[in-house]
């Protein structure tokens, strides 16, 4: 067992107060990281299940192989992780706001950090993700103007609950189409969320998109001593936009 509790980093950033922290967890008998933002709770290692979804319903519904793949959200890595599991797949670039986070898979102070940041296929890029789908170069600095296969989005809380009010215009059909210009045809996006299926949302998905879902995934939580769940929404690109 280590320390009960130890603050592993804390920085001040334009997005607020992050901190990542691991605490041992009698309950679980297992060191358990945490990143908070001011006073939210962004992720934790103890519930995974959603965010190794949202990575693996997208895989899924793709044929093929040599799969380029775009994770916008690097968090904890267990969406990356799940991306780079896949044997299919030929590169992945994942999109992260905080360089504090990318700095701490690097440094190794998170336990999938190692593997990422030493997978030839996976290049950690900072910046903001929403941005750069309207930027010259697009997602990718090096081939500007690249499409992927999949985009997979675990950033805010839900469609209707964002950590900056300069995401919000992401959820609309013109930001969705923004978004589906980096798809090659018959390429696949999927969202994470926290909050319940929204129909608004759905509905928005399916002026873009011409296969749309939403899944709901739920996973044990004995803290609460029931079930928890969250969504995935899922959206195929057909053709062109």
């Not at 107060?17 to 934790?44: C, G, H, N, T």
Request: aromatic share 8%; with cysteine.
């Amino acid at each position: 067992m280590t320390a009960r509790f130890q603050e592993l980093d804390w920085r001040q950033t334009p997005m607020g107060e992050i901190s990542l922290r691991r605490r041992w967890d009698p309950l679980f008998a297992a060191d358990v990281f945490e990143v908070k933002l001011d006073d939210d709770f962004l992720m934790s290692s103890l519930f995974t299940a959603a965010e190794i979804a949202v990575a693996q319903l997208a895989l899924d519904r793709l044929t093929g192989t040599e799969l380029d793949v775009v994770v916008g959200g690097l968090g904890l890595g267990y969406t990356a992780e799940t991306v780079l599991d896949d044997v299919r797949v030929r590169s992945l670039v994942v999109v992260e706001a905080l360089g504090e986070v990318i700095e701490w898979h690097r440094r190794g102070l998170i336990p999938l950090g190692a593997k990422l940041a030493g997978d030839p296929r996976c290049t950690l890029r900072q910046g903001d993700f929403f941005a750069l789908l309207g930027a010259v170069g697009g997602l990718d600095r090096d081939e500007p103007g690249r499409r992927f296969d999949a985009i997979v989005v675990d950033i805010d809380h839900s469609p209707s609950h964002v950590l900056h009010p300069s995401h919000a215009p992401f959820y609309t059909a013109a930001g969705l189409r923004r978004l589906a210009e980096h798809l090659r045809p018959g390429g696949v996006f999927t969202l994470w969320s926290n909050d319940p299926p929204e129909d608004d949302f759905v509905a928005v998905l399916a002026e873009v998109f011409e296969q749309v879902g939403a899944e709901v995934i739920s996973f044990p939580n004995p803290l609460q001593d029931r079930d928890a769940t969250n969504t995935v929404y899922t959206a195929t690109l057909v053709s062109d936009p």
